[in-house]
């Protein structure tokens, strides 16, 4: 049972990157998926999730129009799409499915000219 994220990198102000979050040994279909950030110095924050379904969807005020949530249930993968990064969304970031206490091990994506 497992949660593996990559996508992560080096991207400058203004650019995009494609998080992905894939699933393994267990019912993909069955959970509510979240994507945590945590930055040096702070603590761990929510900044979208998605549904079971994948029809309901919610971001943190902080990424709201610039991020967005999906999944893949064919591919067993939740996907974060991060546009008009800013300096301020560099962080480790975190797929969480909270009803299996799972977290993966963490991207790093760092937002920098």
């Known amino acids: 049972v497992q949660v593996v994220e990559s996508g992560g990198g080096v991207v400058q102000p203004g650019g995009s990157l494609r998080l992905s979050c894939a699933a393994s040994?267990?019912?993909?279909?069955?959970?509510?998926f979240s994507w945590y950030r945590q930055s040096s110095g702070k603590e761990r924050e929510l900044v979208a999730q998605?549904?079971?379904?994948?029809?309901?969807?919610h971001y943190s005020d902080s990424v709201k129009g610039r991020f967005t949530i999906s999944r893949n249930n064919a591919k067993e993968t939740v996907y974060l799409q991060m546009n008009s990064l800013k300096p301020e969304d560099t962080a480790v970031y975190y797929c969480?499915?909270?009803?299996?206490?799972?977290w993966g091990q963490g991207t790093l994506v760092t937002v920098s000219s």
């Open positions: 998605i549904s079971s379904d994948g029809i309901t969807t």
């Open positions: 040994g267990f019912t993909f279909t069955r959970y509510l």
């Open positions: 969480r499915v909270y009803d299996l206490a799972l």
